[in-house]
T-cell receptor, first 109, second 116 residues
Framework: DAKTTQPNSMESNEEEPVHLPCNHS???????IHWYRQLPSQGPEYVIH???SNVNNRMASLAIAEDRKSSTLILHRATLRDAAVYYC??????????FGQGTILTVHP | GAVVSQHPSWVICKSGTSVKIECRSL??????MFWYRQFPKQSLMLMAT?????????EQGVEKDKFLINHASLTLSTLTVTSAHPEDSSFYLC????????????FGDGTRLSIL
């Protein structure tokens, strides 16, 4: 089962929006798109997840393409604390998560 | 929000020792827990899936006799690394989920295991 595809790294400036892309062309109809982020020496932190419709929460927004083969995590105003490895994962809402390499986000002051 | 606690945070022990790592869900009932391993500068690798009251399901290549998993209650799962050797040194993480709810999976803060 193919994992998702993300850029290895991205950079942003503080207080600017960040758009983190993810390709999941082999997604099935029951797969959700999950986003987690991980700081060094910590466990992954849940960010957001969605199935078909765009989703918003206090941390971020998730924009899902109409064909569901790609999605974008949007951080509306990046802060230094948002610097982390961001993982985009496809899977059921209750099942195992298969992590790819993720995107290393660097936020410049 | 949901909290998952791992203990210990780090452990250093001699080769040949068995080490037990605990994973607890603090404010919800975890019907399913997952155990992961992460080597430096690499991503998380799923080791096994543990459902409360039943035997764990191990991923391909993970030795079940080496990594013993017990999920005897809805709030506690344990991973025991038996006869640990230096190559078992890694960052071990657990996550937990209540399959009956629509809540996302939450992770503990990991256990750094160093075998001398």
């Amino acid at each position: 089962d193919a994992k998702t595809t993300q850029p290895n790294s991205m950079e942003s400036n503080e207080e600017e929006p960040v758009h983190l892309p993810c390709n999941h062309s082999t997604i099935s109809g029951t797969d959700y798109i999950h986003w987690y982020r991980q700081l060094p020496s910590q466990g992954p932190e849940y960010v957001i997840h969605g199935l078909t419709s765009n989703v918003n929460n206090r941390m971020a927004s998730l924009a899902i393409a109409e064909d569901r083969k790609s999605s974008t995590l949007i951080l509306h105003r990046a802060t230094l604390r948002d610097a982390a490895v961001y993982y985009c994962i496809k899977g059921t809402s209750y099942g195992k998560l298969t992590f790819g390499q993720g995107t290393i986000l660097t936020v410049h002051p | 929000g949901a909290v998952v606690s791992q203990h210990p945070s780090w452990v250093i022990c001699k080769s040949g020792t068995s080490v037990k790592i605990e994973c607890r869900s603090l404010d919800f009932q975890a019907t399913t827990m997952f155990w992961y391993r992460q080597f430096p500068k690499q991503s998380l690798m799923l080791m096994a899936t543990s459902n409360e009251g039943s035997k764990a399901t191990y991923e391909q290549g993970v030795e079940k006799d080496k990594f013993l998993i017990n999920h005897a209650s809805l709030t506690l799962s344990t991973l025991t690394v038996t006869s640990a050797h230096p190559e078992d040194s890694s960052f071990y993480l657990c996550s937990a989920i209540d399959r009956a709810s629509n809540q996302p999976q939450h992770f503990g803060d990991g256990t750094r295991l160093s075998i001398l």
